[in-house]
């Protein structure tokens, strides 16, 4: 039959679009051979373009025909998306009660999203296959390491994944890691091992040694590691390079130029990258050959996405594994109390790393009540002490405050004035830029929740005051405090405000593993995943305000927290100790701290879970609803509880209340809780309840977020 004889074809594709699951479009003659399921299309959508993927194509549509826009290309050169990887995105999108659309479209690289009219001429895809890979830092890092072939040109025709001339021999396993990577080798099929590991006890190394064999188990096997912190990856990387000679390493993280993280995630989709290391996006990318998934610090809530299709990197990545029928690993010093509580009931298998790598002493732990003493910039005698001796033998100090900025508010004196924010329930954090190398300092005002800034007042904005001052102290001022201190140290701070400089975060890392700085400075960027061998003191100034916060899973986090900051010190064996400045120092949470006993404080936590009826013995979804006026959002989760008026046995809806910050951004903010003891009938009650929700008419926006992980 000739092309003009042929009957019309149509493509239906997926948008980012929360509505509809997908959309017709008509296909021309020349269009129907590359337009397969997984190819990608360029669509008219309003007066604009868009790209999308193909779900399926036929011969017909339930549409108008008349009304049935065409396709405008087809990117013949683009890769084919698997099925199997929208049958994952589609339970990812069932799970979350979104659109395929919205789950498929946003992991694909922004590069790649956006429509060819937009871009340079010539095929993205073949420039992208050309182009070397390697972020900046990863280069710089792997220089450091002696890698003479960083930049080297890419051959004609491939990418150049980048990896090093010589092999790093790995360490020899002590017991303890040798019965944990024999416990992995054991993994036939689909499997969720724990690796609780204390810090210092050597997690990567068995990761690594894992993930040895599993690459050299086949020639197209790959690996996935998920990481929780993008600051984490340049260290991991450079490790990652030295030792995997020979085997292609993609990154995948945000904050990669677009064109650099487009390059990488061809690389991986292709088979190309065997090892792919990345956050929590990484999880959704299509691996043709995946063999095996390591999720590290599997507790970060940092897995958990905050905005868009709110998906938890960590379940999925055991759902993801489950379908592929592969091994996944979740490593931690602090495990989440629901991976705990799915160890002790069988679900997953609980593997331990008791002791830590290097021989020594745990860090003693010292309690600092600040109550009556004389502080100086924040910090008691003792602690001063501690940091000055620790300086005096030669080794490093870690001073943790996980607040960053100047101050956390401006205030007046006069009249109680406070740099409150006006778009949002929260106060503006004063900052400071510049100020180095003999140039004036400049502050302004800014909010950590909307984004906010303003410059600040000559005056009191109340009553006229020209006396007004920063009240408490972030990192910056502690960093202030403690070059004043300590002048002849070498001080150092990291937190975001400094780690949003494209490769800053890097270097300051670099040097204190150089041991040019003596007293690091800074908030949870420093806690997790660095391996620092001269440090020996760690101060926490302020621990307590995770103790009585009205979030159940305030403790969890502050434990976890403060173990991870402790276990930085005496990484190399070095008698070391870490001093806690609380008010509560007879709080049961010091008690297991001081111990090193996550499991005492995950049990008692459990208990008290149990008791309570909170996850994870009971499974949550929240609805969040957004409106110019409080009232209205409250009215409308009324109006959404009534469509429930008869839930089925077993399932809670709560009263709408505010959320806990109720103004952000200008707009005022309220919440639905549910609660069900089992997820199959919280899910089945949603897939009925919300179509009606979305039928309520209301000058709002709402979202259902499942698994919440802040009530």
Known sequence: MSAAASPPAYARVLLDLPVGEAFDYRLGPDQVPPAVPGAWVVVPWGSGQRVGLVASVGSSTELDEERVREVTEVLADAPVLPADWFAFLGFVAGYYHRTLGEVALPALPKRLRTPPAARARGSVFARLRRRPLGHEADRQDTARAGAADAQAPAPAGAAHLQTPRR?????????????????????????????????????????????????????????????????????????????????????????????????????????????????????????????????????????????????????????????????????????????????????????????????????RLRRIDPRRQAMVHGLAPDTRQAISDALARGEQALVFMNRRGFAPVLHCEACGWLSACEHCAAFRVLHRDGGGAGAPARYRLQCHHCGGQSRVPRACPGCGNVDLGPLGRGTQRLEDGLRELYPQARIARLDRDVARHRGAAGEVIAAAHRGEVDILVGTQMLAKGHDFQRLSCVVVVDADSGLFSADFRAPERLFALLMQVAGRAGRAGLASEVLIQTRFGQHPLFDA???????????????????????????????????????????????????????????????????????????ERAQLLLEAPARAPLHAFLREWLPAVASLKGAVRWQIEIDPLEI
């Open 167 to 363: 092999p790093e021999a790995p360490p020899t396993l002590n017991p303890h890691q040798q019965a944990a990577l024999a416990g992995l080798r054991e993994a036939s099929g689909f499997r969720v091992s724990l690796l609780h590991g204390v810090t210092g006890s050597g997690k990567t190394e068995v990761y690594l040694h894992w993930l040895a064999e599993v690459l050299a188990g086949r020639p197209d096997a790959q690996a996935l590691l998920l990481v929780p912190e993008i600051g984490l990856t340049p260290q991991l990387t450079g490790l990652l390079r030295a030792r995997f000679a020979g085997v292609p390493l993609a990154v995948l993280h945000s904050e990669l130029p677009d064109a650099e993280r487009a390059a990488h995630w061809l690389a991986a989709v292709e088979g190309r990258a065997r090892l792919v290391v990345g956050t929590r996006l990484a999880v959704l990318t299509p691996l043709p050959g995946l063999a095996a998934i390591v999720v590290d610090e599997e507790h970060d809530a940092s897995f958990k996405q905050q905005e868009g299709v709110r998906y938890s990197a960590r379940d999925m990545a055991v759902a993801l594994a489950a379908r592929r029928d592969i091994p996944v690993v979740l490593g931690s010093a602090t495990p989440s109390l629901e991976s705990w509580r799915a160890a002790q009931t069988g679900r997953y298998r609980l593997l331990s790393l008791p002791d830590r790598v290097h021989a020594g002493a745990w860090p």
């Open 593 to 667: 701290l001081a111990r090193h006993d996550f499991a005492a404080f995950a049990d008692a936590q459990l208990a008290e879970r149990h008791q309570a009826g909170l996850p994870p013995f009971m499974h949550q979804a929240l609805m969040r609803v957004e409106a110019r006026q409080l009232d209205t959002a409250l009215a409308f989760l009324g109006q959404a509880r009534e469509l429930a008026a008869d839930p089925p046995a077993g399932l809670t809806l709560f009263d709408p209340v505010p959320m806990p910050m109720a103004r952000l951004a200008g707009r």
